[in-house]
């Protein structure tokens, strides 16, 4: 059975996480250690305490996503033994998960991933005035559907097919009024069900530009090497592992579409048939919908990680 590792994106964060994995295990522990150094504060503390509001800041969900994801793979690595380039033909992630892979292939040192992500949440943030731009969830039309729906609804403002998550489930991001009409329009031609998401800032458009030019300031002093397995790219849906690939996509991932259901459509392909998701429940049900044959499961705490160690 191929095997690929995959780490989930914003959204996923509460208050609690990674709590129960640090008090089991010292390789849990020094994860988030070293994730709290490289900020200079106690990030793990407020993964643990909350507040919830001050948790989902995008300066620090993005961080503490990934801290989690890591410390849930470093008991499987260093307390049971299983390493990543043995077990695992490829990893992938949504969104900010993409780091949280990198990070994993050893293609990113964590600490450097820690500063990275709290950059690009303070980049995403600052990119777009609050109240100006929304992302919104359209459900139960396919991904051509609501890329023409965006394309109409725009109407000379910003408005993007964000998210191709799974069947039936894109996201639009861009100006409100826009997101707003983009809305009204998916229901129009049978949309079961259109939300707003409760984000700071419309991510994966061009209204996202003035942040990718800052992480391409960052990532261009980053030290980035290949992968030791390939990482699947939101941008391409491929695998890749040329370093200055890896680093040019991470750029042009601020502004494009994520690609996560033609990702797994593309791994599937590739022979991958079973898919391990690290640090949340978010991608697994979505890997479901794309690839019903592939074998899914989600790892956030120890029964999780038992349970996948009889996998293997």
């Known amino acids: 059975m191929s095997t690929a590792f995959i780490f989930p994106g914003q959204g996923s964060q509460a208050a609690g996480m990674g709590?129960?994995?640090?008090e089991a295990s010292s390789a849990a522990r020094l994860v988030l250690e070293e994730v709290d150094d490289a900020l200079g504060e106690r990030l793990s503390r407020l993964m643990f305490e909350g507040p919830d509001e001050e948790l989902t800041l995008t300066?620090?969900?993005q961080p503490a996503i990934m801290a989690a994801s890591l410390a849930a793979l470093a008991v499987l690595e260093k307390d049971a033994g299983l390493r990543l380039g043995e077990v695992a033909a490829a990893v992938a992630g949504h969104s900010l998960g993409e780091y949280s892979a990198l990070a994993a292939a050893r293609s990113l040192p964590l600490a450097t991933t820690a500063r990275l992500l709290r950059l690009r949440g303070e980049a995403m943030q600052a990119a777009v005035p609050p109240g100006e731009g929304a992302m919104a969830a359209l459900l139960g039309l396919g991904y051509e559907a609501i890329a023409a729906i965006a394309a109409e609804?725009?109407?000379g403002q910003v408005l993007a097919a964000a998210n191709d998550n799974a069947p039936g489930q894109v996201v639009v991001s861009g100006h409100i009024e826009a997101v707003t009409r983009a809305m009204r329009l998916a229901?129009?031609?049978?949309a079961r069900h259109s939300v707003l998401l409760p984000v700071s800032a419309p991510f994966h458009c061009p209204l996202m530009a003035p942040a990718a030019e800052a992480m391409e300031r960052a990532l261009a002093g980053a030290h980035l090497i290949a992968?030791?397995?390939p990482v699947y790219s939101n941008v391409t849906a491929g695998p890749e592992v040329a370093p200055q690939t890896i680093r040019r996509l991470l750029v042009e991932q601020m502004t494009a579409t994520v690609r996560w259901r033609e990702t797994v459509?593309?791994?599937?392909?590739?022979g991958i048939t079973r898919i391990v998701e690290f640090g949340g429940?978010?991608?697994g049900p979505m890997v479901k919908?794309?690839?019903p044959d592939v074998a899914s499961r989600s790892v956030t705490g120890m029964a999780d990680i038992e349970a996948v160690l009889k996998e293997f």
């Open 265 to 270: 459509e593309r791994m599937a392909a590739d």
């Open 59 to 61: 300066r620090n969900a």
């Open 289 to 291: 919908r794309i690839a």
């Open 227 to 229: 992968p030791v397995v």
């Open 153 to 155: 609804a725009a109407q």
């Open 281 to 283: 429940k978010v991608l």
């Open 19 to 22: 709590r129960a994995l640090a």
């Open 187 to 190: 229901k129009e031609r049978g």
